[in-house]
């Protein structure tokens, strides 16, 4: 935390104040306690987001905690997305196809689940004025990101989606998992390496990096995919944001394709989940000044280590 007012900040409680936050192992990174704040703040509420470091054979004394406190809910990040799943009374859709949870909401006592890290991506897409509706779409990677993200596309109305990954295994999976959910859209998985993967990267308007390859301290390295299989017309994403141009983001630009940061997503999983917590439009832009001041604070004092969401 930044310097501040004691008095200024005392007074800002009072037997009112509710209490909201995240849970992970280690949260310490997390850049989410100055987006939620300063959203707080923003939008008048009592209440403070405050990080909580739970250890994993703690998640279900969490849970209890979340009533017990009657916390308004939580964000939840690695490694206990999967886990919370189990305690709770309700799941959104997103969370009950995807199996895992980053927001939860405590309405006296019945906790529900729900997944805003896919919708976040689709919305910080939509702001740069693109879509996936009726387009062809390129995923590179099958980890937990990627299956939000892709659960999203196939939802917005992809025509094609294309997951390549290093494993082509795990891609296959992943293609296999959303079948019976992508009514609309003809999915495909393939290897990284594979000659097809090329002409998917190429053929694709939406591109979208999942991997942590560009992701510091690992930033000064190739792109996940060769320059060359990128060019105007397509948009290329990255969902890494430390740093938020990475090695990809600055090959599609000298492509002359668009490129879109993962500074969006985080921000508008984070937009959504406030929005599930108040019922109110999320201040956004205030949140994004929040988020990018503090991703450049701890840029500056760590060089760059920070961890989702
Ligand atoms: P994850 O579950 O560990 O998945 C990592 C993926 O990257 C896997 O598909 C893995 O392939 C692939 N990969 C790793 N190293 C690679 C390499 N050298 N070459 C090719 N592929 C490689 O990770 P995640 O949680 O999805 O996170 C991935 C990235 O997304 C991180 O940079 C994270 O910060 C970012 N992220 C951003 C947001 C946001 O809101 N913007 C949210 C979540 C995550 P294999 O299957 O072959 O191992």
């Known amino acids: 935390m930044g310097t501040v007012d004691l008095q200024t900040w005392a ?6 104040t509710r209490v909201v936050g995240v849970i992970g192992w280690p949260v310490r990174h997390s850049l989410s306690p100055p987006m939620q704040n300063a959203a707080l703040a923003a939008v008048g509420r009592n209440w403070v987001y405050v990080p909580f470091a739970v250890a994993p054979e703690h998640v279900g004394d969490c849970m209890a905690a979340v009533r017990a406190l009657d916390l308004v809910g939580l964000n939840v990040t690695i490694p ?10 309700d799941l959104g859709e997103e969370a009950r196809a995807l199996g895992v949870v980053n927001t939860i909401v405590n309405r006296e006592g019945r906790l529900t689940g729900h997944s805003t890290d896919g919708e976040g991506f689709l919305r910080s897409l939509r702001e740069i004025g693109e879509d996936v509706a009726g387009r062809d779409v390129c995923l590179i990677g099958a980890g937990g990101s990627a299956r939000a993200v892709a659960l999203a596309v196939c939802r917005a109305g992809a ?41 998917a990267v190429r053929g694709a308007m939406v591109v979208i990096d999942s991997t942590a390859v560009g992701m510091y301290p690992h930033h000064d390295t190739a792109p996940v995919v060769p320059e ?32 879109l940061d993962g500074t969006g997503m985080l921000i508008h999983q984070g937009a959504l989940a406030l929005e599930l917590w108040t019922g109110e439009k999320a201040p956004v832009e205030v949140m994004r000044a929040a988020l990018l001041a503090a991703l450049a604070r701890q840029q500056a004092v760590t060089g760059g280590k920070s961890q989702a969401p």
């Open 80 to 89: 206990h997305k999967a886990a919370v799943l189990a305690y709770m009374d």
């Open 11 to 16: 007074e800002g409680f009072d037997g009112t």
């Open 228 to 259: 060359e299989w990128l060019h105007a017309g397509q948009v290329v994403c990255d969902l890494t944001y430390n740093p938020r141009d990475t090695v990809l983001l600055q090959a599609a630009r000298r492509q002359n394709a668009g490129t």
């Open 159 to 199: 025509r094609r989606l294309t997951v390549v990954n290093r494993t082509a295994g795990k891609a296959e999976a992943l293609a296999e998992h959303l079948q019976p959910l992508a009514a609309n859209t003809t999915l495909k998985a393939l290897g990284l390496t594979t000659p097809e993967a090329e002409a």
